[in-house]
């Protein structure tokens, strides 16, 4: 399918609009100057008005929650689903037959092996039909294949701030992609809006935990588009944190160098004319604040004494460039629309 360029607003439908990567989303499409919201989606709160449960965006989205009709979805020219696991199976199919092209921000299609994807998300892949057309939505790694797209996995946030950092090096084969080690921290809204004991203020406050160090969701995706990238299986130790803080995910990579070339260089010859990637000089220590509410990353590579190995610094903001701006960044692309339009934020400080 080739890019849709038109004078034409296009409509489109968001699914799921509750949860805090929805409510992004909602923020970013009520200020894009090519888009009609033309179906805002949630079974629990449909006849609500979305200002009235989201005051955040009084005077920008003036419009009502709907149950997910899929006659009202097929009007659309492209839905999001910003749902839990699962959802998208159930639905994406009759929509993409009815010519709706599909932008899914959970995890549904971006694993290629149905079993892996069942073995890590605990139930049956519902669409494996159409895991050969889903293409992973990193417009750094596949923009041309987004272009034509009918159907789009967005990354996920870690494997988002993870995979650029290192998409040069393994390119250029300067890496021991055997050795990759992973540690990464995340804000709160990360584990999504549910009312859950682990992201309460008393429990998250004033603390900081590891988690999922028997194995976490993304693991699988990020080791699939490194191996992908390196030519060769990679091994790879990732390690999440939760740290008290909304939003944010900062990824340190410990990396061992094949070669003595000049890393800092190579990232700011591969992310030139990359709009979203900012390489910082070396040595310097990006913040998750200075990218909060943008759909920028920034990287920045480090070389600490004494220990063989490299790191690369990497910070996104997880709703954004990890959720809600890489959708919106992929939808451009599929429009035919500029990629920065209606992304254009600076970041908010403190």
């Known amino acids: ?67 997910p009709d ?69 417009p750094e790694l596949h923009r041309g294949r987004i272009a034509g797209a009918s159907l789009i996995a967005v990354p996920g946030c870690y494997p988002t701030a993870i995979t650029l950092a290192l998409l040069p090096l393994l390119e250029q084969g300067v890496v021991d992609a055997g050795d990759i080690i992973a540690d990464a921290k995340s804000g709160v809204s990360g584990a999504g809006r549910q009312a859950r004991i682990g992201s309460l203020f008393a429990e998250v406050q004033e603390n900081f935990r590891a988690y999922a160090s028997g194995g976490h969701r993304h693991w699988p995706e990020i080791h699939q588009t490194l191996t992908e990238v390196s030519g060769a299986e990679v091994g790879l130790i990732f390690q999440p944190h939760l740290v008290p803080m909304t939003r944010g995910i900062e990824a340190t990579l410990y990396l061992r160098p094949l070669d003595g070339g000049d890393w800092d260089v190579l990232l700011r010859q591969r992310y030139a004319d990359e709009p979203f990637v900012d390489v910082m000089p070396a040595g310097s220590h990006p913040e998750t604040a200075s990218v909060r509410g943008t759909n920028g990353c920034r990287l920045a590579v480090a070389s600490p004494p004494h220990s063989g190995r490299r790191m690369v610094l990497s910070v996104i903001d997880n709703l954004v460039k990890g959720a809600a701006g890489q959708a919106v960044q992929n939808m451009n692309l599929m429009l035919g629309r500029p990629e920065t339009e209606g992304l254009e934020m600076l970041p908010a400080f403190p």
Do not use: N
């Open 1 to 67: 399918m080739s890019p849709v360029t038109s004078s034409k607003p296009a409509r489109v439908g968001v699914v799921g609009a509750t949860g805090y990567a929805g409510v992004e989303l909602l923020r970013i499409l009520a200020g894009h100057p090519a888009v009609e919201l033309h179906a805002v989606t949630s079974r629990g709160e449909a006849g609500t008005r979305v200002a009235d449960l989201f005051p955040s965006l009084r005077g920008a989205v003036d419009a009502v929650f709907r149950s």
């Open 70 to 138: 899929p006659a009202l979805l097929a009007e659309c020219d492209l839905v999001f689903f910003a749902t839990p696991h699962g959802v998208a199976h159930a639905m994406a199919g009759d929509l993409l037959a009815r010519g709706v092209r599909v932008i899914d921000l959970s995890a549904d299609f971006r694993i290629r092996d149905p079993e892996v994807w069942a073995q890590w998300y605990g139930q049956p892949h519902g669409a494996p039909e159409y895991l050969s057309e889903a293409v992973y939505g990193l």
